[in-house]
């Protein structure tokens, strides 16, 4: 049964069981703070493929196979999957899985997409529509720079707000029965906040505003604190609209700084020159399916909120200066040693 708490926040009766995860990367991810947290890390950006669009399926494609082999699990154990990424029509996703034999959702949430997957995905595990299933995102740094700003060739300065779209994927495998104790116990839908921001190189500002909503509209539902979380992250609102976003919340009495982290500001050290921090679908799905869900597995965490922010705009509308807004899905993850 799925029961709706609050204003938006739906909760789980028989929370839906992450069953497995993973995460792959490229080199520039690996050599990150993060780096031996994930499964892959590829030493070769274009994965022995003859365009960067491929080269980010085949990330793709590497995460997800790798979460269904942790699980013990074949594609043909699945119901279907739900993946996205930044491409045009989620290409990269659609190339991922077209061999797969399994029924296909495609998703579109920028960078909120792993969030995205995972909520609907346990609606669906919850409500008996799926008994297991898939949700992955990914993106690519040179894909996403030759679909959203400028070839690679052009040599474009960046600004200090641009944030690095990661080369990396990330996968979870969902299902009602198994074995483990992460579960996901609540899922709250964004809204579409805009707040007139039109620079596609300041997509934290952009984004910030829809985290700000999705939190405090979580927290109020669940009658919660943020320390009642080991962690809350978002992703990825990079280090300028993480910033914002604690602002935000400050002026509603609210200090989220003691458990608050953003998958943005966590792939990338200082040395390696991402400006504003990571960004990119599969920024937080490698994030959250490497580094945090092996935290909760060896029980480091045992309440997480993970809460994707997406900045929702295409190559067309940014040329045409249209606004760009922001979206924030959530999911509530839990630990239990029973």
Known sequence: MIERIGQRTLRFAEPPLLLSHAAAVGKKEGEGPLGAQFDFVTQDDRMGQKSWELAESELQKTAIDTAIKKGGLQKGDLDVILAGDLLNQCIGSFLASMQSDVPY??????????????????????????????????????????????????????????QWTATAAGA??????????????????????????????NMGAAMAPAAYDTISTLLSDLGAQPQDFDCIVTGDLGHVGADLLLTLLREDGIDLSPVYSDCGSLL???????????????????????????????DKIHRLVFAGTGAMMSPTSVQQGQPIAGICHAVVIERSNA
Do not use: W
């Not at 969030?115 to 799926?130: D, F």
């Not at 008994?131 to 300065?157: D, K, M, N, V, W």
């Not at 709250?188 to 906040?193: A, E, P, S, V």
């Not at 050290?269 to 399916?289: F, K």
């Open 105 to 162: 959702l495609g998703q579109y949430g920028a960078c909120s997409t792993m969030a995205q997957g995972l909520a609907l995905g346990s609606c669906l595990v919850a409500g008996g529509a799926a008994r297991r299933l898939l949700a992955a995102a990914s993106s690519h740094f040179c894909s996403a720079e030759r679909q959203y700003r400028f070839p690679l060739a052009y040599g474009g300065q960046r600004t200090p707000t641009a």
């Open 172 to 201: 979870a495998v969902l299902g009602m029965r198994g074995s483990g104790h992460i579960r996901i116990t609540h899922a709250l839908f964004g809204k579409m906040i805009e707040m007139g921001v039109t620079d596609a190189n």
């Open 268 to 298: 990338f050290g200082e040395t390696q020159d991402a400006h504003a921090g990571g960004s990119g679908c599969g920024c937080s799905a490698a994030v959250l399916c490497g580094p945090l869900l092996r935290d909760m597995q060896a």
